[in-house]
């Protein structure tokens, strides 16, 4: 019996969520600028640089169409194309270093972003996980930070190139000739219009695409999780139907993303070729009435060939912008989401040493509600002690409640009513990292991490020494098991322990237990899926261990409680029962009949 938990409800589609621009969610994104604002003037400083030389060409091209050439100057001609070469390197350059920037900019804010997620994924409460898919919380992870990383690295700082550059070509061709550029911007409305129309409809897919990502994470996370499951019952057709239908819809939303982006930027040139028709039309007419030079209708020609290529990137990174607010939003969200379990503003601190004494007064959990919207009680006015150095076993049906014991016991979980009380204090007076450093759990699923052997007996923790590993190895006889590995304690493990059988990895879990030496050792069907000799050896082991420690046995199989100093049976989460293996016997209630159940001789 593994630690139990509610079963999650059907995981809610995440549409995004609110508006396309969102001032509040942009302050705080920029939030994560301010430890590289220097970064970001410099990133600034370079794309209006940037800008100002975009508009040096075309006036030192007029220069020389109107000046150098008409007048027979070589050296100002040359002069003029040395300017140009060097303005255009410069350009080049200052490009170059603000691409770097900003690349460099969006990849640490991307740093401190995924980190400060894992530290928020670390804090919350086990019951936000059983209602959230894994898959789901990975997008945020992945690929909604990617999306923000896109925004700093390629959207925000950007845009004031975009616009500094607007603004100085528009000056520079009100300057030259303020009617021919009058003329010029008679297409704004319409691009403007266009802009608008397609805005929405990108906005629309692009968010249909998130959704989706989202979507199919968590159902390729639950199927690879889950697939021995799937390949026993034969789903591998049925689940890849199910996977291309959401990979359909992925594709569509895809599609329709790419179909309005090809239909908008053809659009914004048709426009440009209209504008540049336009000036060669009226400048035109303008040379022949000599009211205008070739050099400044062929300035404003390229002026608005550059003029409108900023309209697009615009138009780009404004789709780059709000996707970013659908995923600043959504991970937000979680950022700003309270843990359920969390530490008490006066804490008191765990004793030291700690005697052991657990104590149940009148607890009554319900992980969920029913469907009149009371509570579903898991456990209902359970009351016992266990005293310091005391080995109590609990037994009882699947469903009774066992396994909530030990939710409660580790604050994995609050109780509704009543308190648990560890050496008469009740556990929500303590920080939750006191707490759980007294308490060794060892539990039927066991977990390893894809390191090596030692790390997953100390888990990282450098406080305990070698000799303590290799210690609580030998008290459970694991240490025969790790030498017999290639690479002894350096011997990698593989994704949750692959490459181990389950009682082997279970001894893995029992050494990692035993190597914190906590003060409470906690059993949850620990030795179920361990065969008889194993077992047999972890008994022997665990009775000279628990002498000392205070244990709570979670067991499914009596044979493994018998020895308890006292048992606890439990029925649809009650307490009914307690005592002694013989003295249950002699009651002949609902242990004797488990008993019974299990030991009766094969007909």
Known sequence: MSISAPAPAPAREEEAFGKAYDARLMRRMLRYLRPYRWQVVGAVLLLVSAAALQIVGPWLIKEALDEAIPGGDGRLLATLAIAYLVATLGSFGFEYAQSLVTTWLGQKVMLDLRAEIFDKLQELDLAYYDRTPVGRLMTRL???VETLNEMFSSGVVAIFGDLFTLIFIVSAMLLMDWQLALVSFAVLPFVIWTAFVFRGRIRKAYRDIRVRVARMNAFLHERITGVRVVQLFNQEEADAERLDGINRDYLEAHLRSITYYALFFPVIELFTAIALALIIWYGGFAILAEATTVGVVTAFLLYARRFFRPIQDLAEKYNVVQGAMASSERIFSLLDRESAIGDPADPIPVPRPLQGEIEFRNVWFAYGTTDAGEPDWVLQDVSFRVAPGEKVAVVGHTGAGKSTLINLLMRFYDPQRGEVLLDGVPLRRFRQRELREQVGLVLQDVFLFSDDVRYNIRLGETGIPEDRIRAAAAEVGADTLIERLEQGYDQPLGERGASLSVGERQLISFARALAFDPRILV??????????????????????????????????????????????????????ERGTHEELLVQEGLYARLHELQFAPAP
């Open 523 to 576: 059993l949850d069907e620990a030795t179920s899926s361990v065969d008889s000799e194993l077992e047999a050896r972890i008994d022997e082991a665990t009775e000279r261990l628990l002498r000392d420690r205070t244990s709570l046995i979670v067991a499914h199989r009596l044979s493994t409680v018998q020895g308890a100093d006292r048992i606890l049976v439990f029925q649809r989460g009650r307490l009914v």
């Open 142 to 144: 992945t690929s909604d």
